[in-house]
C-alpha cells in the first residue's frame, strides 16, 4: 500500500494495488489444472472397479484367514480398498471394495490404516482437502470377520460400530 499526498488539498490518499486481470486467470488455471489432473501411473491398470493385476500398494497388503481355510487379502492405495480371493489356477485380481465419499473440492489421502487384530480385518481411510489441516474431510473405519459382512465407523467421534448394509 503507497501514501501519496495531494498537493491541492494537503491530505494523504491511500492508493491500494490491485492485481492485473490476466495475473489473477494465470492463478486460476494452475488451480484448476492441478486439481483436475491425476498422476500418471507407470503401469497400464485397468479401472479401480474392474478386476486388475495387483495395484502398488500404500500400507503392507493384510490376508484375512476364512473359515474355509483360503485367505482373502486386502490393500490401500490412495485410500481406496481393493480386496483379493485367490481362485483355483487364476492368478489374483483385485476388485475395488472401499473408496473416500465424494467432496467437492480437491482432496489428499491422510489416514490408512489397514490390519488383522485376530478377529477382525480394520480398515481405516480418511482424506484431508487440500490447503485443510486436521483431519478428516472425508473418513471410514470398516471392521470384518470374514471379508463380507462389514460394520462402518463413520466418523472419528462415533466408538460403536454400525452394520453396513
Not at 45 to 74: K, R
Not at 92 to 104: D, H, R
Not at 144 to 154: K, V
Amino acid at each position: 500500500m503507497a501514501m501519496k499526498r495531494n498537493n491541492r488539498m494537503g491530505e494523504r490518499q491511500i492508493l491500494s494495488w490491485r492485481p492485473s486481470i490476466p495475473f489473477i486467470t494465470l492463478i486460476g488455471l494452475m488451480a484448476a489444472v492441478t486439481a483436475c489432473s491425476e498422476p500418471v501411473s507407470p503401469t497400464n491398470q485397468e479401472t479401480d472397479s474392474s478386476p486388475s493385476a495387483e495395484p502398488v500398494f500404500t500400507t503392507p497388503t493384510v490376508e484375512l484367514p476364512l473359515a474355509t481355510g483360503e485367505p482373502v487379502l486386502f490393500g490401500i492405495k490412495s485410500c481406496k480398498v481393493y480386496k483379493s480371493a485367490p481362485s483355483a489356477g487364476a492368478p489374483e485380481a483385485w476388485t475395488l471394495l472401499f473408496e473416500p465419499a465424494p467432496y467437492p473440492l480437491p482432496q489428499q489421502c491422510v489416514r490408512e490404516r489397514l490390519e488383522f487384530d485376530g478377529e477382525y480385518i480394520q480398515i481405516e481411510i480418511g482424506t484431508q482437502a487440500l490447503g485443510a489441516g486436521g483431519c478428516c474431510t472425508t473418513y471410514a473405519a470398516y471392521r470384518s470377520r470374514d471379508g463380507e459382512n462389514w460394520e462402518i465407523r463413520p466418523a472419528t467421534s462415533i466408538t460403536e460400530w454400525q452394520v453396513l448394509e
